[in-house]
C-alpha cells in the first residue's frame, strides 16, 4: 500500500522546483504525496514544525523530515 | 525514457537514511538513479561539486543539486 508523504512548501522559486523535481518524482507505486502550501495553509504550520521540518521545501516521509535545499525557515513562515 | 538521477553520499547515517528514503523512492519509471558514495569514488567528487553539489547527502537531477539535510560538506571529504 502507498505510504503517506507530505511536501511541504511556500510557493518560493526553491520550493517550486523542489517539487516539480522531487516531490512529484516519488514513485507513485510507494507514496501518496500530498502538497501543502504553509503560505496559504497556515494553520498545518505546527504540524509541519512537529515533524521536525526546519525550513521549507522539505518532504515528510514516515514521519521523518527531509529538507531540500533552502527557501525559507519555517519560523519566517509564521509572521 | 527514464533521465538520469545521481545521489552522492558518503556512508554516513544521513546519508544512509535519504538514499533509504528518498533516492530509492524516485519513480523507476521516471529515472534511472545512479549512488555514488565519494568516499569510495573520490575521483567523481570534481563532478559532483561541477553539478553545484556542496554537501551529501545530495541528488542531482537534470543538471541540478537538491542537497537533502545534511550529512558532511564536500570539502570535508576531499581532504
Chains 1, 2 share one sequence.
Do not use: W
Not at 522559486?13 to 516539480?20: G, K, L, M, R
Not at 523535481?21 to 494553520?43: M, N, S, T, W, Y
Amino acid at each position: 500500500m502507498a505510504q503517506k508523504a507530505v511536501f511541504y512548501h511556500a510557493g518560493c522559486p526553491v520550493c517550486v522546483d523542489a517539487e516539480t523535481r522531487l516531490a512529484l518524482a516519488l514513485d507513485p507505486r510507494q507514496f501518496d504525496v500530498e502538497i501543502v502550501h504553509l503560505g496559504e495553509k497556515r494553520g498545518r504550520i505546527a504540524e509541519a514544525e512537529a515533524a521536525g521540518v526546519k525550513s521549507v521545501p522539505a518532504l515528510v516521509i514516515a514521519g521523518k523530515p527531509y529538507h531540500v535545499n533552502f527557501g525559507a525557515a519555517l519560523s519566517d513562515l509564521k509572521g
